[in-house]
């Protein structure tokens, strides 16, 4: 059964600081994507890495894969209140086909003015 | 505009009694899921559908059915809710494996 970890599951940090999301998986993939949801709303595509050493960024946010290690880590940079959200990665296994998809239990994160 | 929209998204029924919770999307998508979140378990999938006739067993199958008859539409059916599919459901589509994911306004479903 594939286990998709992350931490922390909560994360309260100030404004202008620089944290770090892990994201853990236990099987082998190639694919895993990050999505935030704002409270009482649905979820949003941040990013999608599909390939060892895979780096995205996006504004404050960047997102890495290490699939030899199997982990991925989202990183905020000088973090704003505006980034306050639940972030979710998900994993891709890689011997199965179509959109089998694992999700982790999400990190909360309050970014404090 | 691009959307995956989602019917109804509030809904309080009673044990046994069958509903259905339509999905549709207007992006020619070919991939499609259905999803439930609970508190403390982020969100788990229920099925996918990979194409028109097309679908496939998530983690949490069990007590659900699904059909792919269109390729817009990925209706969830419960045909005997129980109090334990109270939970909050989003249905996702994206235009193949690898590609990003656009998720419903999710339906609030309480089972009494």
């Not at chain 1, 639940?86 to 990190?107: K, N």
């Not at chain 2, 979140?37 to 982020?42: E, T, V």
């Not at chain 2, 059915?65 to 996702?92: D, G, M, W």
Request: with cysteine; aromatic share 12%.
């Amino acid at each position: 059964e594939l286990k998709v970890e992350q931490n922390p599951l909560f994360l309260s940090m100030q404004e202008g600081k620089n944290y770090t999301i892990y994201c853990n998986y236990s099987t082998t993939s190639d694919r895993l994507y990050w999505y935030r949801q704002d409270p009482g709303k649905s979820l949003e595509s941040l990013f999608v890495l599909l390939s060892n050493g895979a780096v995205k960024q996006e504004g404050r946010l960047m997102a890495s894969l290490d699939t030899k290690a199997r982990l991925s880590t989202l990183h905020i940079t000088a973090a704003v209140h505006d980034l306050s959200a639940t972030y979710f990665c998900a994993v891709q296994p890689q011997e199965t086909s179509g959109s089998r998809l694992t999700f982790g239990e999400g990190t909360q994160l309050t970014v404090n003015p | 505009e691009a959307q995956v929209t989602q019917n109804p998204r509030y809904l309080i029924t009673v044990t046994g009694k069958k509903l259905t919770v339509t999905c549709s999307q207007n992006m020619n998508h070919e991939y499609m899921s259905w999803y439930r979140q609970d508190p403390g378990l982020g969100l788990r999938q229920i099925y996918y559908s990979m194409n028109v006739e097309v679908t496939d067993k998530g983690d949490v199958p069990e007590g659900y059915k699904v059909s792919r008859k269109e390729k817009r539409n990925f209706p969830l059916i419960l045909e005997s809710p129980s109090p334990n599919q109270t939970s909050l459901y989003f249905c996702a589509s994206s235009f193949s494996t690898g590609f990003e994911q656009y998720f419903g306004p999710g339906t609030r479903l309480t089972v009494t």
